[in-house]
């Protein structure tokens, strides 16, 4: 089991990249908030009308009940977020 993974963050459709090191085995669930916090925190101007994260990786929406362990997102791993 690991604890953290840094994957890069990128906010599809936009001009948004950032490597971030994320908590493993937290459900996308409670994962996503805490990171649209974080964003909006580190770039108001692009995250600020969101209200809720889908979190993608590979092409494949990541569920709700599902961690990013459980999904296969490992260190160097491309996140999208929308």
């Known amino acids: 089991m690991i604890d953290?993974?840094?994957?890069?963050?990128n906010a599809e459709n936009q001009a948004f990249v950032v490597d971030m090191e994320?908590?493993?085995?937290?459900?996308?669930?409670?994962?996503?908030?805490?990171l649209l916090e974080t964003l909006k925190e580190i770039e108001p101007g692009k995250f600020r009308r969101?209200?809720?994260l889908s979190l993608i990786c590979d092409g494949v929406i990541l569920p709700d009940s599902s961690t990013l362990e459980s999904e296969a997102v490992w260190d160097g791993k491309i996140l999208i977020v929308r």
């Not at 994320?22 to 805490?34: F, G, H, Q, R, S």
């Open 4 to 9: 953290n993974v840094i994957v890069t963050v």
């Open 22 to 34: 994320l908590p493993a085995n937290i459900p996308v669930k409670e994962l996503a908030p805490k």
């Open 50 to 52: 969101l209200e809720k």
